[in-house]
């Protein structure tokens, strides 16, 4: 009852990291989806309220139309000018509850508004013509009381001290790119990708969006970033999430990379095309990696996993034979212990999934 109870906690936890349908808005129209799509002008509203009541908000302005600029997008601060989307931002001292759900899509998200912080926080949204969309993003302070802040740090006023906290982490919040990929800019995310200009960091953020926006566009330039040791563990994960055609691509990189790193990436990748995809190739190469001596125990693992995320009678026998080897051994290890973990998880998976097909 224990395994069981862990297998299901682990699978649950799995379905949660790995789902990506957040980033498809299925809610927007057809027409709604192609004004986003071609999004350019962006009108900012910002907005500080402190104890004291509302305060100039130029600063904020400021940092938000230098961020979109950054990003290729046209702003303007007149409402009265033509524009395609509007951005708000509202920065407080006392954080006003303005949140989307309670849970599931958005509210998993690590900037998503929290229900229970109360300090000071900037809440990011966008309308689109003069609806606000059910989209929404959070930067918070590292502290949570403005007065207790503002006499640490010997700052004279606690509301400009947490305006200025928050507007350094507007400079640092990469929200141009998400928002880019939240409006199904897949074109611009590339050409960032492609500028000289940007950093790895935002890269890497880059290559997450284009994987869970499973944008075939991307597949050139993700292939491309394979052969940047810096990107390649991020390219590889975003690859499974993009289809079968990058199959392939990432067997290779499983079966003849000499980093673990990228071998593990690469598993990881492969189980995001069986789990979103539903393809059966990915199981023989998999199935291949499973008894080699020479694999780390950490790659093991990852192909674990990812077998687990594509039930296939193929791995029944190969996953007995690898729990029961790993049930007889005895250690405190705790690679070794995520490895039986793994096993365990991917075996029920298996046979649940082929018993529920057969009954």
């Known amino acids: 009852m224990v395994r069981l109870a862990l297998a299901t906690f682990v699978s649950l936890m799995i379905w949660c990291w790995g789902d990506s349908t957040w980033a498809s808005r299925e809610y927007f129209t057809a027409e709604q989806k192609e004004q986003l799509s071609k999004?350019?002008?962006?009108?900012?509203?910002?907005?500080?309220?402190?104890?004291?009541?509302?305060?100039?908000?130029?600063?904020?302005?400021?940092?938000?139309?230098?961020?979109?600029?950054?990003?290729?997008?046209?702003?303007?601060?007149?409402?009265?000018?033509?524009?395609?989307?509007?951005?708000?931002?509202?920065?407080?001292?006392?954080?006003?509850?303005?949140?989307?759900?309670?849970?599931?899509?958005?509210?998993?998200?690590?900037?998503?508004?929290?229900?229970?912080?109360?300090?000071?926080?900037?809440?990011?949204?966008?309308?689109?013509?003069?609806?606000?969309?059910?989209?929404?993003?959070?930067?918070?302070?590292?502290?949570?009381?403005?007065?207790?802040?503002?006499?640490?740090?010997?700052?004279?006023?606690p509301g400009t001290y947490a305006l200025t906290k928050l507007n350094e982490r507007l400079q640092q919040y990469d929200f141009?790119?998400?928002?880019?990929?939240?409006?199904?800019?897949?074109?611009?995310?590339?050409?960032?990708?492609?500028?000289?200009?940007?950093?790895?960091?935002?890269?890497?953020?880059?290559?997450?969006?284009?994987?869970?926006?499973?944008?075939?566009?991307?597949?050139?330039?993700?292939?491309?970033?394979?052969?940047?040791?810096?990107?390649?563990?991020?390219?590889?994960?975003?690859?499974?999430?993009?289809?079968?055609?990058?199959?392939?691509?990432?067997?290779?990189?499983?079966?003849?990379?000499?980093?673990?790193a990228l071998q593990i990436a690469a598993a990881k990748g492969l189980g995001q095309v069986g789990a979103l995809h539903g393809d059966p190739a990915i199981i023989p190469p998999l199935l291949d990696m499973l008894f080699k001596p020479d694999v780390d125990m950490a790659v093991r693992t990852e192909v674990v996993w990812a077998i687990g995320k594509m039930p296939d009678k193929r791995a029944i026998d190969p996953l007995h034979k690898l729990d029961r080897e790993l049930q007889a051994v005895r250690t405190e290890d705790p690679a070794f212990k995520k490895l039986k973990e793994a096993a365990f998880w991917s075996l029920k998976m298996t046979d649940t999934e082929l018993s529920s097909e057969n009954p």
């Open 176 to 260: 141009p790119v998400t928002l880019a990929a939240e409006w199904g800019q897949a074109d611009r995310l590339l050409k960032l990708l492609d500028s000289p200009d940007t950093d790895n960091v935002r890269k890497l953020k880059i290559i997450s969006l284009l994987g869970d926006m499973m944008n075939d566009e991307a597949l050139p330039k993700l292939k491309e970033a394979l052969q940047d040791k810096n990107l390649a563990q991020q390219a590889a994960v975003a690859l499974g999430n993009i289809g079968k055609e990058s199959i392939p691509i990432l067997i290779d990189m499983l079966k003849t990379s000499k980093d673990p």
């Open 39 to 157: 999004a350019n002008t962006v009108l900012v509203d910002t907005i500080a309220i402190t104890d004291k009541g509302t305060v100039p908000s130029e600063n904020l302005t400021e940092t938000v139309t230098h961020r979109l600029e950054q990003a290729g997008y046209k702003t303007v601060t007149d409402p009265s000018q033509p524009h395609d989307v509007v951005v708000r931002v509202k920065c407080e001292q006392r954080k006003t509850w303005e949140g989307t759900t309670a849970s599931g899509g958005d509210a998993d998200l690590p900037d998503a508004p929290s229900r229970i912080w109360k300090g000071p926080a900037c809440q990011l949204n966008y309308l689109l013509g003069g609806t606000k969309i059910k989209w929404q993003r959070e930067v918070r302070t590292d502290f949570s009381d403005a007065s207790e802040a503002a006499q640490s740090a010997h700052a004279a006023d």
